[in-house]
Nanobody, 123 residues
Framework: QVQLVESGGGLVQAGGSLRLSCAAS????????MGWFRQAPGKEREFVAG????????RYADSLKGRFTISRDNAKNTVYLQMNSLKPEDTAVYYC????????????????WGQGTQVTVSS
């Protein structure tokens, strides 16, 4: 089992930046692939970014490449999502996810989920 706690969400103006953090516990963090998803009101949850156990392999939703960056610090058991040039359409609840069954691959699916953190981008 992996427990995940997100932080760093909030209200930001369009064009601004936020960095989300996700602290993991319960299993060796360096044995897990990690990811970020988001869900906007009335929409399905969508994949944002993923990173493999070492950080050497990352994947992004095509629409977000160049604005969002996923990274991890295995010494701190934490994965990050740096979000730049934010737009109102980035408003959503952002979820951290983890997978320990295959830590080598950066993409979905994932097995464990955090509770989510709200990101609101005002125009």
């Amino acid at each position: 089992q992996v427990q995940l706690v997100e932080s760093g969400g909030g209200l930001v103006q369009a064009g601004g930046s936020l960095r989300l953090s996700c602290a993991a516990s319960g299993r060796s963090f360096s044995s897990t692939a990690m990811g970020w998803f988001r869900q906007a009101p009335g929409k399905e949850r969508e994949f944002v970014a993923g990173i493999n156990w070492s950080g050497g392999n990352t994947r992004y939703a095509d629409s977000l490449k160049g604005r969002f960056t996923i990274s991890r610090d295995n010494a701190k058991n934490t994965v990050y999502l740096q979000m730049n040039s934010l737009k109102p359409e980035d408003t959503a609840v952002y979820y951290c996810a983890a997978r320990d069954s295959n830590p080598y691959y950066a993409g979905p699916p994932f097995e464990y989920w955090g509770q989510g953190t709200q990101v609101t981008v005002s125009s």
